[in-house]
């Protein structure tokens, strides 16, 4: 299983700082934790996946510093957070499933709901990009992101 294989690799030890910076539901933050007396800043730009790691901070007390925000800024936030140096760090990066089985997030292929897809609930929804872009403008954003190779 990946999580034992990434905790296996970060080896945390009493005293050590480890970063979780894609929070999600906090597997990877909660994994580390039981590892070891060690310390974790989780990071997580999702607000839900925030209120979500409530009950970790409340269960782990200071060993878990939750904080919003993107892990493009892991640096600040570390600084922020009293932090100027880690001895482990781990991204998860992607859409997670608590994303996907939300059908009101906009990002689920099985279940019907909004098109939204914003991870932190700002700016435009893709409902909105969409919207706005005519037909060869999307398909140009699909095939440079998409990883599509058909073009119109």
């Not at 690799?9 to 970063?19: E, Q, R, T």
């Not at 990877?28 to 990071?43: E, K, P």
């Not at 037909?135 to 058909?150: F, M, V």
Request: hydrophobic share 40%; charged share 25%.
């Amino acid at each position: 299983m990946l999580l034992q294989e990434v905790v296996g690799a970060l080896s945390p030890k009493s005293g050590d700082l480890m970063i979780d910076g894609t929070f999600g539901a906090g597997g990877y933050s909660r994994a580390l934790l039981q590892a070891a007396d060690c310390r974790v800043l989780a990071i997580d730009r999702d607000p839900s996946a925030i209120n979500v790691g409530k009950a970790l901070v409340t269960q782990f007390g200071d060993r878990l510093d939750l904080r919003q925000g993107n892990f493009s800024k892991l640096d600040d936030i570390a600084r922020d957070a009293g932090f100027e140096q880690a001895d482990g760090v781990v991204l998860d990066i992607g859409v997670s499933s608590m994303q996907i089985d939300s059908p009101e997030r906009g990002f689920s292929f099985l279940k019907d709901g909004p098109l939204d897809m914003r991870m932190s609930g700002a700016g435009e929804s893709a409902a909105d990009v969409v919207n706005r872009m005519d037909a060869e403008e999307l398909a140009n954003i699909i095939y440079k992101y998409g990883e599509e190779s058909a073009f119109m």
